[in-house]
């Protein structure tokens, strides 16, 4: 299993930036992703998942500014990440797994693959 993310990068306040995550070696269009950020100094925060059957989850912070999708035959998730804030400056990290059973989690214990994330700055 593997997951890798990329398009992060420096964005002024009120921009936007879209997000990917490739995956291969297991059969994406079967499993649910999410999306996630870390801030330095703060916990792994659950933004986003998207699960087998495309429905979609988002955390208070991010719904309405931000917009997850899938898209199997490129074995690929996409954060469409709009309006960014300060706040928003994190490394970002795509994550799968088996939810232990869940339709959907935000909670990063529920997911067993990671990538080593994005950086995302947002400033000025």
């Known amino acids: 299993v593997q997951l890798v993310e990329s398009g992060g990068g420096l964005v002024q306040p009120g921009g936007s930036l879209r997000l990917s995550c490739l995956a291969s070696?297991?059969?994406?269009?079967?499993?649910?992703i999410g999306w996630f950020r870390q801030a330095p100094g703060k916990e792994r925060e659950g933004l986003s998942c998207?699960?087998?059957?495309?429905?979609?989850f988002y955390s208070d912070v991010v719904k309405g500014r931000f917009t997850i999708s899938r898209d199997n035959a490129k074995n690929t998730v996409y954060l469409q990440m709009n309006n960014l804030k300060s706040e928003d400056t994190a490394v970002y990290y795509c994550a799968t797994g088996d939810l232990r059973g869940s339709e959907y989690s935000l909670s990063p214990i529920n997911y067993d693959y990671w990538g080593r994330g994005t950086q995302v700055t947002v400033s000025s």
């Open positions: 998207i699960n087998r059957r495309s429905a979609t």
């Open positions: 070696g297991f059969p994406m269009e079967n499993y649910p």
